[in-house]
C-alpha cells in the first residue's frame, strides 16, 4: 500500500493568514491525488483533485501543487469557515490511501 | 443535485454481519465507481472498496476476505456487508460516488456510526 503522511498534524492560524499543508507519498504518485476538507461530524468535501485542479465551486483561495511524491495545499487569506481538518488522497494505485489529516484550528 | 442518502444497522455484537446500503438520487448511476469509506479514530479515513454499475468491484486487501459489494440499478442503490466484524471494525462509514476517469470522490453519505460491541 502507498502510505500517505501529513505534516503538520495540527496547524494553528488566524484569519487572513496563509497556511501550506504538506503531504508525501511513500512512493511516486505522478499527480494522482486529492485534497479534501472535513468539518467535525460531516463527510470530506473535495477540494482539489490531480494535485492542482480546484473542483468546481471551491473558493479560489485554496490552491494545490506537486507531483510524485510532494504534495501541498495552500489556502491564501484563511476564512472563518476554513478551520477543519484537511486529508490528502492517493488514487494512483490500489488500495487508496488518504493522509492521516491536519487539523487547523484557530489561533 | 446529486444526493447519496445510506442507512444499515448501527448496533452489532461480534462476528455479526454489517449490512448498510447507499441510495443515489438525481444524476446518472452508470459511469461512475460506488464507493464505501470508513473512518476511525484509530485508522482514520479507510477505503473499503468500489463498485460499478456492471457489478465490477475492487477491494482494499486487508478487508477482501470479508466484503462483499452488490449493486441494484433498478433503484439506484449499491450496498456494503462485511462480515465477522470485531470491535476494530467499529467507525462511521461513509458511502460515495467516485468519479470515472479521476478516481476520486465528489458525493458522499452523509455517514453512518457502526458500533461493534458485546
Known amino acids: 500500500d502507498i502510505q500517505m503522511t501529513q505534516s503538520p498534524s495540527t496547524l494553528s492560524a488566524s484569519v487572513g493568514d496563509r497556511v501550506t499543508i504538506t503531504c508525501r507519498a511513500s512512493?511516486?504518485?505522478?499527480?494522482?491525488l486529492a485534497w479534501y476538507q472535513q468539518k467535525p461530524g460531516k463527510a470530506p468535501n473535495l477540494l482539489i483533485y490531480k494535485a492542482s485542479t480546484l473542483e468546481s465551486g471551491v473558493p479560489s483561495r485554496f490552491s494545490g501543487s506537486g507531483s510524485g511524491t510532494e504534495f501541498t495545499l495552500t489556502i491564501t487569506s484563511l476564512q472563518p469557515d476554513d478551520f477543519a481538518t484537511y486529508y490528502c488522497?492517493?488514487?494512483?494505485?490500489?488500495?487508496?490511501?488518504f493522509g492521516q489529516g491536519t487539523r487547523l484550528e484557530i489561533k | 443535485q446529486v444526493q447519496l442518502q445510506q442507512w444499515g444497522a448501527g448496533l452489532l455484537k461480534p462476528s455479526e454481519t454489517l449490512s448498510l446500503t447507499c441510495a443515489v438520487y438525481?444524476?446518472?448511476?452508470?459511469?461512475?465507481?460506488w464507493t464505501w469509506i470508513r473512518q476511525s479514530p484509530g485508522k482514520g479515513l479507510e477505503w473499503i472498496g468500489e463498485?460499478?454499475?456492471?457489478?465490477?468491484?475492487n477491494y482494499t486487501p486487508s478487508l477482501k476476505s470479508r466484503v462483499t459489494l452488490s449493486v441494484d440499478m433498478s433503484k439506484s442503490q449499491f450496498s456494503l456487508k462485511l462480515s465477522s466484524v470485531t470491535a476494530a471494525d467499529t467507525a462511521v462509514y461513509y458511502c460515495?460516488?467516485?468519479?470515472?476517469?479521476?478516481?476520486?470522490?465528489?458525493?458522499w453519505g452523509q455517514g453512518a456510526l457502526v458500533t461493534v460491541s458485546s
Open positions: 463498485i460499478n454499475h456492471s457489478g465490477n468491484t
Open positions: 512512493q511516486s504518485i505522478s499527480t494522482w
Open positions: 438525481g444524476g446518472s448511476f452508470s459511469g461512475y465507481y
Open positions: 488522497q492517493q488514487y494512483n494505485s490500489y488500495p487508496y490511501t
Open positions: 460515495a460516488r467516485g468519479r470515472t476517469g479521476d478516481w476520486i470522490f465528489d458525493y
